[in-house]
């Protein structure tokens, strides 16, 4: 008996939080088998298994390829152009006392705007094309890693650097040896961010500008009552989502050993 | 000396998760006079601020008996107050009103507590700053509001667990000063647990070795030094040879604590 | 205070401002001489503030906002409602924190934004699709930083007050509800950004009323001065709420030097 209360005192937070993920999978599943639905409400009803079959249905007639090659260039673009614009810049800004000033109000309004109300005019200067997409993924990844590169070089242990000046460093050697070790942590809770964003850029971009990629086929098929093809391209999204979150958690906690305190997020 | 506290037999044994029990307290013995200003020394880990928290109420023994006054102690009662090691003060309130917590608590009415909490924090030297903020104060500032909070609910019984320890040396002895003189003042139960040697001797009537973990009284030594104490006495011979008694129990329980300790 | 002493003081406001107005000016001024521009895709500052005139004093604009502003009300009260209890019962009992957090995580890690469809679809057009949208969206901020705030409650506080007698009532007052506002207020602070993200997705899919939806017909009509109009007032709103957000919580936390919220 010790055995059994022993294995569950040592994985009590497994248990109970897997127990509780397939409890509700298995309630879900089996409400049509104790509430007898109304033709109204099934319109709209789906279940796990039957998201799941329909998952390899789509996986083996190739639309979900199709889709996700679409949607992930449109992802990786965008963020490649956010690291790309957001790192030089929140490197930039955090040295320079002048940028800083002059850039922070647009950052700080930007920031605080949802990056989708940008995307009527996107429509009108690039069109329905992937540009659209990409830009929109841009928008919404590139502040994060901005402002968290920003924060992480801005808060540089000024000992460090001045210890690091006395032994005759430049500006550049400065950067390397001791500005950019500092802020990676940041930079690498700012990247987890901007992926959840840049993965948000992407549904939302596509639900409205796009024909093709997985938004685009979430958003048909919803107006086609087909629940189950949403709730896959729900699934896909949100399974890529948490593959990113936890990789880049796992990352920033070895890049994070040296710290005693937390890293600022938001 | 009619004992005013009681403490007999008393066994507590932690029962961490995932982890093996640990035994802090071994049949603990101790009497406390009325008014007595009493230390305990011991090893780290020996339980000592284990014993203060049974005191307090906050802890449950699994054995033992243990009596206030003649009454047996079941939980955390208005005639006992503790000050903290880390001092413990709510840091979104001002001085002013992290002394009246207790007074709050008790359900005083309030012109009563701002008098009383006025005139502890003028006691406690702290005069002017009824409005700053704890992270506004150095260590030995809150210390003094832990211990003016202490003392606004008029206690009986003052627990001090370690309460100078994470204080600087200087600031550490200017505070032992004031509490004596606090306590001359308000005729207090004082029950003061501490690392120092001299520190216990220089303050108390009687010190209490505690054996390393489990914890158990080893010896009790009276301390004949005239009141009220001051600094010179620390230099004499009598305080040393005090100090000596006390360290020869003493160090036979951190040899031994090095020896017998599973950590 | 001379002048000197009044810039040191707003040194970012004024000099924001300045370099605001700078770039506005040379907008203006290169568009409408330098170089000429196809109205279908650029305007000019000058277009944007007639249209900000003729919008503002009439009553479109402002009834869009009030459609906006009571689906965003009805969602982010929910999500208040809902999700501050939720987070506190999680940071305060170990077992519920055990059983909820992998599965609200998960929902928290993911882009709940790809159910609106099916909610537009199982609700309808209209108030209850966005309020559940914008519930769905800003909930999460507020379950995880109550968690968060409640869970790093310090307990050499609890004990102090336990000390002096207190019950639990007392606790919750005296010492977890203070110790956790600073991160109730940084949570709200994420809240509204992405409550106000399901305001526009909501009102952009189907909508006849509503500053997305104004904003995305303004869009399709190439009425570029309007669609500035509307993109510049929300984001005033956008930047007034999140900027009024820090300021409340330096405010009520002046002894926090740094706070760690998701």
Redesign the interface.
Request: proline share 7%; no cysteine; net charge negative.
């Given at each position: 008996m010790t055995g059994v209360v022993n294995f569950y005192?040592?994985r009590?937070?497994y248990i109970?939080?897997?127990?509780?993920?397939v409890l509700?999978l298995v309630a879900w599943e089996s409400i049509p088998l104790w509430v007898s639905l109304s033709k109204g409400v099934s319109l709209?009803f789906t279940t796990p298994s039957q998201v799941t079959v329909k998952f390899y249905e789509l996986m083996a007639d190739g639309t979900i390829e199709e889709h996700f090659y679409i949607s992930a260039w449109e992802f990786v673009v965008g963020l490649g152009l956010s690291i790309a614009v957001g790192l030089p810049f929140g490197l930039i800004m955090g040295r320079s006392r002048t940028l800083d000033?002059?850039l922070?109000?647009y950052v700080?309004?930007l920031n605080?705007?949802?990056r989708?109300?940008?995307?009527?005019?996107l429509?009108?200067?690039v069109g329905i094309g992937i540009w659209s997409k990409i830009l929109i993924v841009f928008l919404g990844a590139v502040f994060p890693l901005l402002i968290n590169t920003y924060t992480g070089v801005k808060n540089v242990d000024r000992v460090l650097v001045n210890m690091v000046r006395s032994f005759g460093a430049r500006e550049w050697h400065v950067m390397k040896m001791v500005v950019l070790p500092y802020a990676v942590p940041y930079i690498v809770a700012g990247l987890r961010l901007a992926v959840?964003r840049a993965?948000?850029g992407v549904?939302?971009g596509e639900?409205?500008a796009s024909t093709k990629g997985l938004?685009a086929m979430?958003?048909r098929?919803?107006?086609a009552?087909q629940?189950d093809v949403?709730?896959v391209?729900?699934a896909i999204?949100?399974g890529i989502?948490?593959i990113f979150?936890f990789a880049i958690k796992k990352l920033e906690s070895n890049l994070s050993r040296w710290r005693p305190?937390?890293?600022?997020?938001? | 000396m009619v004992p005013y506290i009681q403490a007999r037999n008393v066994v507590l044994t932690f029962r961490p998760k995932n982890r093996d029990p640990v035994t802090a307290l071994q049949g603990l013995d101790l009497e406390v006079g009325h008014g007595e200003f009493l230390s305990l020394v011991g090893p780290s880990g020996c339980g000592k601020s284990t014993f203060l928290n049974v005191l307090l109420g906050l802890l449950k023994p699994d054995q033992g008996d243990l009596q206030l006054g003649g009454k047996k102690i079941t939980g955390p009662g208005y005639e006992r107050a503790m000050v903290f090691q880390e001092f413990g003060l709510l840091p979104w309130r001002t001085v002013l009103a992290n002394v009246e917590l207790g007074m709050e608590l008790k359900g005083m009415p309030i012109s009563i507590r701002r008098q009383r909490s006025g005139e502890l924090i003028n006691l406690v030297g702290l005069r002017g700053f009824e409005h700053h903020y704890p992270h506004e104060l150095s260590g030995g500032m809150k210390q003094r509001v832990g211990l003016a909070r202490a003392l606004a609910t008029d206690p009986d019984v003052l627990l001090m667990d370690e309460p100078f320890a994470a204080l600087d040396a200087q600031t550490r002895d200017l505070m032992q000063a004031e509490l004596l003189q606090i306590w001359d003042r308000t005729k207090k139960t004082v029950i003061f647990v501490t690392h120092s040697i001299e520190e216990a001797a220089y303050l108390s009537d009687r010190v209490v070795v505690i054996t390393s973990r489990p914890g158990r009284a080893k010896k009790v030594l009276d301390i004949k030094l005239p009141r009220p104490r001051d600094y010179e006495m620390r230099l004499s011979p009598e305080f040393n040879d005090i100090k000596a008694n006390i360290w020869h129990s003493l160090k036979e329980e951190l040899v031994s604590k090095g020896a017998g300790d599973g950590r | 205070m001379d002048v000197k002493e009044l810039y040191q003081k707003y040194q970012r406001v004024v000099l924001g401002v300045i370099s605001l107005t700078t770039l506005v000016a040379l907008w203006e001024f290169t568009l409408t001489y330098v170089i000429t521009y196809n109205p279908f895709f650029f305007t000019t500052p000058s277009h944007i503030g007639a249209a900000a005139k003729e919008l503002l004093v009439g009553d479109r604009l402002w009834r869009d906002l009030a459609v906006s502003s009571h689906a965003f009300l009805w969602g982010f009260s929910a999500a208040v409602i809902i999700g501050i209890p939720i987070g506190a019962v999680m940071g305060w009992r170990r077992r519920v924190e055990y059983t909820l957090d992998p599965f609200l995580t998960g929902l928290y890690a993911s882009p709940l934004v790809a159910l609106a469809p099916l909610i537009i679809l199982v609700f309808g057009v209209g108030l209850t699709s966005k309020a559940v949208l914008i519930f769905l969206l800003s909930v999460f901020p507020f379950v995880f930083n109550t968690f968060s705030g409640v869970k790093s409650t310090d307990q050499l506080l609890v004990n102090v007050v336990r000390s002096f007698g207190g019950k639990e009532w007392h606790l919750y007052f005296k010492v977890i509800l203070p110790s956790t506002l600073p991160y109730l207020v940084a949570g709200a602070r994420l809240a509204i950004g992405r409550g106000i993200v399901g305001v526009i997705v909501g009102e952009f899919f189907a909508s006849s009323e509503g500053i997305g939806f104004a904003i995305a017909q303004f869009g399709d009509t190439y009425r570029l001065p309007e669609m500035f109009v509307g993109i510049i007032i929300l984001s005033l709103i956008a930047v007034a709420l999140t900027e009024a957000l820090r300021k409340l919580e330096l405010i009520i936390a002046p002894y926090r030097a740094d706070m760690e919220s998701r």
């Open positions: 005192r040592e009590e937070p109970l939080g897997g127990g509780f993920i509700f709209f000033v002059l922070d109000p700080t309004a605080a705007t949802p989708l109300i940008w995307l009527p005019l429509i009108i200067w959840g993965v948000l549904v939302v639900f409205f938004g979430i958003a098929a919803a107006t009552y629940v949403v709730f391209g729900v999204f949100m989502s948490l979150t305190e937390a890293v600022k997020t938001f | - | -």
